[in-house]
């Protein structure tokens, strides 16, 4: 297998039962279907999720705003193999949104919310491996990487955030497992079939891990062009040439101990400035060999900020491409990795099998005074310029439970509150944020 995921790792399927091994019979019935010389694979997925959001919405912070929102998504996967040495894949995806009192004209260029019966997915996959060195991965496609902070497909989201029109070359030696691709992410509009890919847009990327070793060690180059001089900077209006390098080691160490570092840098032009910023993570979480099996993580996020709007030098992390699926900057989804201090402390446990509980707090604070508070997609909420509103973004807290019954249906939970600091208070109206969901996911 290569580095690039198609599909999200399943969690430790739970103890078989009378009604698991059905349930698994009636599935089995659709995967290794032989089909003359082919063999046929079918799987999916229907999720349902509640949401209603309390002080904030899908856009962004809004202190006296709420919403609610019914979110439906199926997906559905056919695989077509030949054999170890050929794979057609097809996803097609229906997600729709219920009750909100958003509709995708308030989206500009892609909705999070909605995105009726599309291909998400259609690529042919000549996989490395099995004695092949290399190997090619062709059409739209889902890539993700690593702990998806830096690649990921943000699938927690209706639509999906990334995928990819993409050709890939794949790489499989014995001590390195790396993939080269050119590609541009898609779009997502219920009122376009199928989604198109952005325009005047081209990413290179070069992943590779680096295997034999004791952990797990990633390297990546990225680069990104965007063309059409939409780019603004401080010096002026123009194209986007961005040069990104880092690296990403994680391991388990004493049965106990769990470690990982992100370093990300990244060099180039953003409209008529020089590029020049990072981005770091740095995590340590222990397990107790006890009942329940409680974990106690902590963790420190930095992504940088611009020190000087009228420099001509844009010091502004971008995140890459990070996913949003593990909830990376706290549940309500109002902070990115830009400009941005995260310390955070993490505690889960597991009652019984099956049953886990998730509880987080996060302390956020600006790492540049005059750049922006950025959410999501980086866009910029509020700024201060001259820099005399501090730094303090504010405090998060954060619990969940997720509960898996048989093999194909997992139940979740969970409540966030956000308390705004007095970065927020000295920029606009401020109050916390409440949100609430509630979902379920049926797998087959």
């Known amino acids: 297998m290569g580095l690039a995921s198609a599909t999200p790792a399943r969690a430790e399927d ?8 059905a349930q698994d019979e009636f599935w089995g019935h659709l995967q290794d279907v032989p089909f003359g010389p082919l063999t046929l694979d079918v799987r999916g997925q229907l999720r349902l999720r509640y949401e209603y959001d309390d002080g904030f919405t899908v856009k962004g912070y809004e202190p006296d705003g709420h919403d609610q929102v019914l979110l439906e998504r199926v997906r559905l996967d056919l695989s077509l193999r030949a054999g170890e040495d050929l794979r057609v894949v097809l996803q097609f995806q229906d997600a729709h949104a219920f009750l909100t009192r958003f509709e995708d004209g308030d989206f500009a260029g892609s909705s999070p919310l909605e995105d009726a019966f599309d291909v998400r997915q ?28 830096v690649f990921g497909p943000g699938s927690w989201g209706n639509t999906g955030r990334y995928a990819w029109d993409a050709a890939m070359v794949r790489l499989d030696t014995e001590w390195l497992d790396a993939d080269l691709w050119v590609g541009r992410y898609l779009r997502y509009q219920s009122d376009v079939w199928p989604d198109r890919a952005v325009d005047d847009f081209f990413t290179f990327v070069g992943y590779a891990q680096i295997r034999n070793l004791p952990l797990r060690l990633d390297t990546f180059y990225v680069f990104k062009y965007a063309g059409g001089r939409g780019t603004a900077g401080e010096s002026g209006a123009g194209n986007l040439l961005s040069h990104t390098v880092g690296v990403q080691a994680e391991g388990q160490f004493l049965d106990l101990l769990d470690a990982g570092v992100t370093a990300v840098v990244q060099a180039g032009t953003h409209g008529r400035d020089a590029l020049r910023a990072f981005g770091a993570n740095g995590k340590l979480g222990v397990t ?22 009228h420099d001509g030098v844009h010091g502004t992390f971008d995140g890459v491409f990070g996913g949003r699926d593990i909830f990376f900057y706290g549940y309500t989804n109002l902070f990115f990795w830009a400009n941005l201090h995260d310390a955070e402390v993490d505690l889960s446990f597991q009652p019984w099998h099956g049953l886990a509980l998730h509880v987080e707090y996060h302390h956020f604070r600006l790492d540049q005074a005059t750049d922006a508070w950025y959410t999501t997609g980086l866009k910029a ?10 730094t303090n973004l504010g405090d998060e807290l954060d619990a969940r439970v997720v509960c898996t019954l048989w093999n194909h249906l997992e139940l979740m939970a969970g409540y966030g509150r956000y308390f705004p600091g007095t970065f927020v208070e000295r920029t606009g109206a401020a109050a916390p944020a409440n949100w609430y969901f509630a979902q379920a996911a049926y797998s087959w």
Do not use: H, K, M, N
């Open 288 to 309: 107790f060999p006890v009942p329940w099996a409680p974990r106690l993580g902590a963790q420190y996020t930095w992504g940088s900020g611009d020190a000087d709007p």
């Open 381 to 390: 909420y509020r700024r201060d310029p001259a820099g005399r509103s501090g």
């Open 122 to 149: 259609f690529y042919i996959d000549l996989p490395a491996g099995e004695g092949r060195l290399v190997g090619l991965r062709l059409g739209r496609q889902q890539i993700s990487y690593g702990d998806q902070r």
């Open 14 to 21: 739970p103890p078989a039962s009378s009604w698991t091994e």
